[in-house]
């Protein structure tokens, strides 16, 4: 794009969104694509400045899009990135009016959470060779994901002096900046103490950090990382789980509705901000509630 101020509020807003809003890396990159792209088809209409776009730029964009046959879930996503990014440039007084304002976001069907049954949670996490040191660490993490619930960002932010292991529990730094302690269960909790007396001294080397998850170059573990580790573990376990880290966000909170816990607890947890968010696992249990009826009731 051309000229160095737009470009420089590009910069700004990837600063805003790592500093106050504490946005992972990738989303971070995923805000800049969207941004990056729009903007890429703003040139091809001699527009090369954000506050150059109008409401008709934007509908030609969208008109665009689904002539390439973008999912709707793929549209709303890249516009929500693109009001994010305009709302930005009104805080910072750059521009005085938001094209993106009258823009609606395309339905789209909500996708109930995906989960894993305990059996499979089970198998999963007795996969590890914790005999050794990297077998050791993947165990840990996958007993935090599941114990806790916490983002793949927060554990890959997690620090040796995050773990409280009297008390069992996890200080998380989550989205916008927010702290929240999170129960992490006895299972993890031993999990973590073999990881931090055995394997994490020797993944550290010589290095010197805080972060708690390590590589195998004793430096810290990613988020992409992660996702990694976990999709070994899902090739060894069946070609038919769909597993990500999130899944075991997903799993946390529909075993504890499964078992009675109420929807508040469960937010405070989760670290969501709207209950909305957390309501959406009532749907999964209730899903189940009914194939077992289904399955169990004569009168079905």
Not at 249 to 275: K, P, W, Y
Request: glycine residues 4%; positive net charge; without cysteine.
């Amino acid at each position: 794009m051309d000229g160095s101020q737009p470009d420089s509020m590009l910069l700004l807003f990837k600063q805003y969104l790592q500093i106050e809003k504490n946005a992972s890396p990738l989303t971070i990159i995923n805000y800049e694509k969207d941004i990056l792209a729009f903007m890429e088809f703003m040139k091809q209409h001699a527009v090369s400045d954000y506050a150059a776009v109008s409401y008709v730029h934007v509908r030609a964009y969208l008109s665009s899009l689904n002539e390439k046959q973008y999912s709707r879930r793929s549209i709303a996503r890249k516009l929500s990135s693109l009001r994010s990014f305009y709302r930005f440039l009104m805080r910072e007084e750059y521009l005085d009016s938001n094209p993106f304002k009258m823009v609606s976001t395309p339905k789209i069907e909500k996708r109930l959470p995906s989960f894993l049954y305990p059996k499979e949670v089970e198998m999963l996490l007795s996969l590890p060779d914790e005999t050794k040191h990297l077998g050791m660490r993947d165990r840990t993490i996958l007993e935090v994901l599941y114990g806790s619930g916490m983002r793949v960002s927060e554990l890959a932010g997690l620090t040796v002096r995050s773990i409280d292991m009297i008390i069992g529990t996890a200080l998380v730094f989550g989205k916008g900046a927010k702290e929240r302690y999170v129960p992490l269960g006895k299972y993890a909790i031993e999990a973590y103490k073999k990881y931090i007396q055995h394997a994490r001294p020797a993944l550290l080397k010589e290095n010197r950090t805080d972060i708690l998850f390590l590589n195998a170059r004793g430096e810290p573990l990613t988020d992409r990382s992660v996702r990694r580790m976990i999709n070994k573990y899902v090739e060894q376990a069946s070609e038919l789980l769909k597993v990500s880290p999130h899944t075991f966000r997903h799993t946390f909170a529909t075993h504890l509705l499964d078992n009675g816990a109420d929807l508040r607890s469960v937010q405070e947890m989760l670290g969501h901000s709207n209950i909305s968010s957390t309501q959406i696992y009532t749907h999964v249990t209730k899903e189940r509630l009914r194939m077992v009826y289904n399955q169990a009731h004569p009168r079905a």
